[in-house]
């Protein structure tokens, strides 16, 4: 399988929240390289843009709904 954004020729974008919640698990954690199949660069460059996006409030950095 290929890796998504090599797939549509695309980066990662911080402005892209849609996208970027497709690689964080329920929690709004990052998952890893295996389990999301992505090359290392676009892994980097994904968990950069991730990191930003948190900074600015456009995610969130955990999630406790629905653990009680």
Known sequence: MKCFFCQ???NPS???TENL????S???KLIGRERSNLCAKH??????E???ARYL?????VSYQGLR
């Not at 919640?21 to 964080?24: A, D, H």
């Not at 409030?57 to 950095?61: A, R, S, V």
């Open 14 to 16: 911080f402005k892209d």
């Open 57 to 61: 409030g456009l995610i969130p950095y």
């Open 26 to 28: 329920p929690r709004k």
């Open 50 to 52: 991730i990191k930003y």
């Open 8 to 10: 549509y020729k695309t």
């Open 21 to 24: 919640e497709k690689f964080l």
């Open 43 to 48: 892994q980097r460059s994904l968990t950069k």
